[in-house]
């Protein structure tokens, strides 16, 4: 019998698909076959949360809809047959009108760039509607706690706004919330009562509001349950477990699964990439054997195919014998993240760790409750424990089925106790991030008669994901303890005995880590009965160290912002442009721009060799995998044209490799495809063949390039000058330090857009390419130099970027150019959507450095002199980094050094090119000078604050070093800014707070540093269009870009603003009437680029001149008119403008005054960091930060800016490892080791200051640049973490010393390298610190 159709409802429009290849995404339905764009593509492996939709299933027997978030980048299409879809735009657009969540994600200024936006809606939207549909509790939708909705968003990655915003929109949802901490936002304004607050945010109302299950869908499942067509759609949907065994035994009859695939939520294919054509897919989650859950009074079974918050659910479900399930289910919370538990299986989760070494938790959970799991194979049921199931042979191609899971009930007697404890340390602390190490320990214990201590009756303890094969049991520490009275001696052998069964393969990262984790863990387990001599349920951790989950504090943060009417609507918090479009997914980017039906696609292949010469490509098999039309090389490029990929104001760089590749990464060709799917499976399956014969050795270090003179050239324009005599400085030193070398590495965009264009032909040789640019000048001349074509056949158009930073102002040439190149040959239109692995491969990122440094200073710690050698890693390519060494040293400039010399190299390297990521060069410089600081205030014995302060510049020293961009000496507001952060943070009293903290708390320790920034930078030349319309709207092209800095929104507010003072009647209520458009190349020319900072004043004014001719031009007809009446509208005057034939269009091109066009930004942050001694986990516990706006053109925006500057510098100084092979090529692919910041890794408290200082004469509207210099401040919670660590050292080498350690006792210093991510923070305090401790305990 023919089977049913694919039906389902997206936002309640019916979709009825006829057929589609079975391992189609949602994801890929959605974005290609319906209009339906919020839905994005961001990471394509389950790990950012861009792509989450709602998936709602009704059941027809007890009439109720189910409804949770799901992934619909790994979610296949067939599976969500007769299920409902609802995206952002499902729960309001702008034609329906705005959801309250958009509406309050826009009024929190929740949203900068957006592209992630829609997800975090969506992620939301499901804890409202959890909380309204929960059973379990007394919920109503008022009771969505600030906890939960903090947690809602905690999968979901932002790039761009640092969270904060974001939190507080999720949190107005909440009951519990006091509303007087929500930040700033544009419903109330400070001082309004908690009723008026809440009366002005937007109403949610649940009835209203949550989505309801389409009625043709129900009536349809009513009337009959679809079973899909299994020989149209190669997908099976057996209901029976015997249905599924005659399934497996007819479509393959050997041993194997053949070309079938079992899937249930099909997340497994987020860590394993599927590069296999299934044959036939076959879902087992509708097998009601395989999902149901059974307790009694043996345990709990558990189907396999029940997901994992369903798992959690049962787990966590209130009973007297639940105690091992409840701490299982509260671990299992930390798994991935809400919408991959929401769909993946727990028996998915088992066979992948059985099968292919995933690095489980789950089963090193069961492991230790001595869980075991049933499987079928041909009619055969087998029952394995958890142990033998592991080490069996794998099942996952096999036709074996895991049916279920049992995990037993662990009962006591009235003399024994039972402690179950989970640990696992992850760089995140509320999941998304896989474990270094995970355990789960069971033990039963009682107590010694005589001695009144603890015995060991029994125990499990296991282990995971160390880079073992599996979890495994450390049987032999087991039946060490077993029967034996707890001492810290038998403590100390047991933990001796774990570390030889903790053996990570060799090529594990971090081994000795993992050893000294999985050692911490069993301290942590065992330590407190020792000390306390007896056991409790709800037991304790060793002193200090704690599980981060539980005690998850709720973020808090407070802003203290002056807006300004004078400039009205200039200076006020006004609303971002297009933020709600944004928020419900239908505010446009490149890859939403609907692709035409002959669309080809394209993908990079790119060289992993970083000096070969090409042989061929071609692919493996050399068949051109499915879908495959062309493969474009440097041969492609008309004769006519050039092999180009890029320009900057230092150079240019090839697009494709010719015959010799010269670095890995370097782009070899260009697969064209029908999809990009095809195309980037073509890519991933070509095959390059090298020939290294004749070929000279790369140079792959700044060393290698410094001999052998690679070096790129630096203008002597952009060659900084020294300061000072340093032979005096340095003679008039008492103490110097000399030949200190540290380095630096990279930092990749983590932009959420990758990089993007969409190319298409036209008449005559012109083409049009849309490009996710922030340089469409230069990416036009490019093209048009590439394909040989006068420029003005060349429009890029670029409206909107999803995230920049930097990264798409050189790096997205080459993705456009080769998009053009491929489109003009094939005279189809082509686009490319650069991969998330790719796309780190291409970006090349921050340069790495090597710096020398020696500095001479007085005992009372003045610093004299500093004399520098740095060697900058640039790559292949020259594209900025001659700009470097000038940014380094305007921003290492911030202390008055005495004398500063130096020597720096440029040097070009066979690696990667490296290019602008915000704050090029400033970051790495400001940085630098707190490490000397640092150095200095360590070798003085001194406070480093206090080096701090003495080494501040005074206005004459700062003239000195800065010459006239030092400004007036009322602009040099450092000073203030300083003093005035030691009383907003109360620095002093938490300093001396922390020393008393760490003198008490043993594996606890806490470190507070303040840090001073200054920033250079400069406004550059740029053209203004503005346009009044006939019906009085206004129409503004600028050259910048928006990225999210927000600044079309400054752009909209100053045209409001200089319209306005024509002074018509409404004027000065235009800002809504006021549309800024897309940048176009051949609208707007000379639009250079949107970089370093002051593109969004430098428009400003650009824009601001435009409206002053136009006022101009307006007021002899506003005269004439007043001649006979006494007032006259906006739109009369402009009615009657037109029919005199004013011109009512201008355009300016604001060139900035040589003089004062640069000029320094100053802003000092404190930041508090306390470090588990047990794990290396540091946890950011307070950051305040004052930073000089001048006068704010848009304090909300501003704000924005500097918190999401902050925690990018959080990510580079402590999260984001970025670690290359061999050949330079970076070693992080995506998600799953790239890591970003989270909302669980941000401050739990953050203040925010902006320093309304007044008057600017040289600047726009006396306003200040704030894109990129709070990043800078971020040092200070690597400054803070290093104090941090330098208590736990004088600890441990207190416990050596107890020891018997001949030493002096005194810490012989240390560098804390960049990213501070655990492994390392740990190694610094110590891997031993537990033994040694022990030791100390032990020792006489
Ligand atoms: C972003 C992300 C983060 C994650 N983080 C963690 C983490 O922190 N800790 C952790 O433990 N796990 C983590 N996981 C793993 C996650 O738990 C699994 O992906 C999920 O449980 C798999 O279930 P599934 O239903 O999607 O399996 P699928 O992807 O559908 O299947 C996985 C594999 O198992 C096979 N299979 C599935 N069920 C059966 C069965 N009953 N019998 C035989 N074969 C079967 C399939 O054929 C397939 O090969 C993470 C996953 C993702 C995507
Ligand atoms: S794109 Fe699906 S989770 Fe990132
Ligand atoms: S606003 Fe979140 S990624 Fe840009």
Redesign the pocket.
Request: some cysteine.
């Given at each position: 019998m023919a089977g049913d159709d694919l039906v389902f409802s997206v936002n309640g429009e019916k979709f009825e698909v006829l057929s589609v290849n079975p391992s189609t995404t949602l994801?890929e339905f959605l974005r290609s076959n319906t209009p339906f764009k919020s839905v994005?593509?961001?990471?394509?492996?389950?790990?950012?949360?861009?792509?989450?939709v709602i998936l709602s299933k009704y059941d027809p027997v007890l009439d109720k809809v189910e409804e949770y978030s799901i992934?619909?980048?790994?979610t296949l299409l067939c599976s969500i047959n007769e299920c409902s879809i609802t995206t952002s735009e499902g729960l309001g657009n702008t034609e329906k009108g705005f959801h309250p969540i958009h509406k309050r994600f826009a009024g929190f200024h929740a949203s900068q760039c957006g592209f992630c936006t829609p997800?975090m809606c969506i992620s939301l939207y499901s804890a409202l509607s959890n909380a309204h549909n929960s059973k379990n509790s007394h919920s109503s939708p008022e009771y969505l706690s600030a906890s939960a909705a903090e947690k809602s968003i905690a999968g979901n990655?932002c790039r761009c706004t640092g969270y904060r915003p974001i939190a507080d929109a999720c949190k107005s949802f909440a009951a519990d919330v006091d509303i007087e901490d929500l930040g700033l936002n544009s419903f109330w304004r400070k001082g309004e009562s908690r009723e008026e607050m809440l009366k002005k945010l937007p109403p949610y109302n649940p009835d209203k509001d949550l989505v309801t299950f389409p009625d043709f869908l129900k009536e349809k499942i009513k009337r009959q349950h679809n079973v899909l067509d299994q020989t149209r759609y190669h997908w099976s949907t057996p209901v029976s477990v015997a249905e599924l065994q005659q399934i497996l035994a007819i479509t393959n009859p050997g041993g194997d699964r053949g070309l079938m695939k079992i899937v249930v939520g099909n997340t497994g294919t987020?860590y394993y990439k599927e590069e296999k054509q299934y044959g036939r897919y076959i879902d087992i989650s509708h097998i009601p054997e395989m999902s149901m859950i059974k307790k009694d009074d043996r345990g709990i079974e558990i189907g396999a195919v029940v997901t994992i918050s369903k798992v959690i659910d049962a787990l966590m479900e209130e009973s007297t014998s639940a105690y091992v399930f409840k701490k299982i289910g509260i671990h299992m919370e930390k798994v991935a993240n809400h919408?991959i538990r929401n769909s993946g299986s727990i028996g998915g989760n088992l066979v992948m760790a059985q099968s292919k070494n995933f690095p489980s938790d789950i089963t090193t959970l069961l492991l230790a409750a001595d869980a075991s799991v049933n499987m079928i194979n041909a009619g055969r049921h087998e029952k394995l424990r958890m142990g033998e199931f592991l080490v069996s042979p794998p099942i996952i191609n096999t036709k074996t089925v895991l049916l279920k899971v049992h995990i037993p009930i662990w009962a006591t007697s009235s003399t024994t106790g039972l402690l179950f404890e989970t640990y696992r340390a992850a760089p995140r602390p509320i999941g998304s991030a896989l474990p270094y190490l995970n355990a789960a320990f069971l033990a039963v214990v009682s107590q010694d008669a005589s001695s009144r201590g603890i015995m060991v009756d029994k125990c499990r303890l296991a282990f995971g994901s160390f880079g073992g094969y599996h979890s495994i049991r450390a049987r032999e520490v087991e039946d060490f303890l077993t029967d034996k009275l707890l001492s810290r001696s038998v403590l100390y052998e047991a933990v001796r005995l774990l570390k030889g069964i903790i053996v990570p393969s060799i090529d594990t990262s971090y081994a000795e880590y993992k050893k000294s984790l999985a050692v911490g863990f069993l301290f942590d387990f065992l330590y407190p009965l020792i000390e306390s001599c007896s056991w409790d349920l709800e037991r304790k951790h060793v002193d200090g160290h704690v599980d981060p989950t539980i005690s998850l504090p709720l973020l808090s943060s407070a802003q203290q912002v002056l807006e300004s009417k004078e400039f009205h609507p200039v200076g006020e918090a006004v609303i971002k442009f297009g933020a709600e479009l944004q928020a419900s997914g239908e505010a446009v980017y490149v890859d939403d721009i609907p692709s035409l039906p002959n669309c080809l696609h394209g993908a990079f292949i790119y060289s992993t060799k970083p000096l070969a010469r090409i042989k061929s490509v071609g692919f493996k098999g050399n068949v051109a995998p499915i879908g495959v039309l062309a493969v474009i090389t440097y041969k492609d490029i008309p004769q006519v044209g050039h092999n180009i990929g890029y320009i900057s104001m230092f150079g240019t760089g090839l697009l494709f490799a010719d015959e010799v590749t010269i670095c890995a990464g370097q782009i070899i060709a260009l697969v064209v495809a029908d999809t990009q799917k095809h195309a980037n499976l073509a890519a991933k399956l070509a095959v390059v063949e090298y020939d290294l014969r004749n070929i000279e050795t790369p140079v792959l270090s700044v060393e290698d390039a410094v001999k052998r003179s690679s070096l790129f050239e630096v203008p002597p324009e952009y060659y900084p000058e020294p300061v000072g005599d340093i032979s005096k400085g340095m003679a008039e030193a008492d103490r110097k330090i000399r030949s200190v070398e540290l380095r630096l590495g990279s930092q990749y965009f983590f932009y959420m857009e990758t990089q993007t264009a969409l190319a298409l032909p036209d008449e005559d040789n012109y083409i049009v390419v849309y490009s996710a640019t922030q340089s469409p000048e230069y990416t036009q001349s490019v093209i048009a130099t590439c394909l040989g074509i006068p420029d003005h056949s060349v429009r890029v158009i670029t409206r909107r970027l999803g995230g920049g930073f930097g990264g798409k102002a050189i790096k997205s040439m080459p993705v456009a150019t080769a998009c053009a190149l491929a489109a003009q040959k094939l005279q189809r239109p082509v686009r490319i959507y650069v991969n998330r692995k790719t796309d780190m491969i291409m970006a090349g990122g921050r340069h790495p450095m090597k710096i020398t440094y020696s500095v001479g200073f007085t005992s009372d710690g003045k610093l004299t002199a500093l004399e520098l050698t740095l060697f900058i890693d640039a790559g292949i390519d020259v594209d900025v980094s001659p700009m470097l060494p000038q940014n380094i040293m305007n921003s290492l400039k911030k202390y008055d050094w005495g004398a500063l010399s130096f020597d720096i190299k440029v040097c070009k390297t066979n690696l990667p090119s490296r290019t602008s990521l915000r704050a090029p060069g400033e970051v790495q410089g400001s940085y630098i000078a707190e490490s000397i600081i640092e150095n200095v205030a360590s070798s003085l014995n001194m406070d480093v604050d206090v080096v701090r302060r003495i080494n501040l510049h005074t206005y004459e020293s700062l003239r000195k070093f800065y010459k006239q961009v030092a400004g007036e000496p009322d602009e040099y507001t450092l000073p203030l800014l300083w003093d005035k952060l030691e009383i907003s943070a109360d620095f002093k009293r938490r300093a001396e707070s922390i020393k008393q903290f760490n003198l008490s708390n043993v594996w606890r320790k806490r470190g507070i540093s303040r840090v001073p920034i200054i920033h250079q930078v400069m406004n550059r030349p740029t053209p203004g269009i503005v346009s009044i319309l006939s019906d009085g709207s206004v129409v503004v092209e600028i050259a910048g870009i928006e990225m999210g800095q927000g600044l079309l929104t400054k752009v909209q507010q100053m045209v409001a603003y200089g319209l306005g003072l024509i002074k018509a009647e409404g004027s000065q209520d235009l800002l809504e009437r006021i549309r800024l458009i897309q940048t176009d190349t051949l609208s707007i020319v000379q639009s250079s680029y949107t970089a370093g900072s002051t593109t969004s004043e430098n428009c400003c004014e650009a824009v601001r001149l435009c409206c002053g001719i136009l006022v101009e031009r307006l007021k002899p007809t506003m005269n004439r008119i007043l001649e006979n009446a006494r007032s006259v509208t906006w739109d009369t005057l402009i009615q009657e403008a037109n029919a005199q034939s004013v011109d009512l269009s201008a355009r300016t091109f604001y060139k900035p005054e040589s003089s004062s066009s640069e000029y320094l930004n100053y802003g000092v942050g404190a930041s508090e960091v306390e470090v588990d001694l047990v794990t290396g986990r540091t946890e950011i516990i307070r950051s305040d930060i004052i930073y000089d706006c001048g006068k704010s053109l848009n304090p909300a925006v501003d704000l924005g800016q500097i918190e999401g500057a902050f925690v990018q510098g959080i990510g580079f100084f402590m999260y984001e490892e970025y670690t290359t092979d061999e050949n330079g090529l970076i070693n992080e692919e995506g998600?799953w080791d790239y890591k970003i910041p989270t909302i669980d890794t941000i401050p739990k408290q953050f203040n925010v200051q902006i320093l309304n200082s007044g008057h600017h004469k040289n600047r726009i509207l006396s306003s200040k640049a704030s894109g990129e210099p709070p990043l800078l401040v971020a040092a200070s919670v690597h400054c803070a973490t290093r104090s941090a660590i330098k208590e736990a050292r004088k600890q441990y080498l207190s416990w050596n010393h107890n020891n018997g350690d001949r030493g002096d006792g005194s810490d012989p210093g240390f560098e804390l390298p960049i990213p501070a991510i655990m492994p390392v923070v740990k190694q610094l305090c110590g891997l031993e610190s537990v033994e040694k401790y022990l030791e100390s305990k032990t020792s006489p």
């Open positions: 994801l994005k593509l961001s990471c394509g492996e389950g790990g950012c949360g861009a792509c989450i992934n619909s980048c790994l997800g990655l987020g919408f998600t």
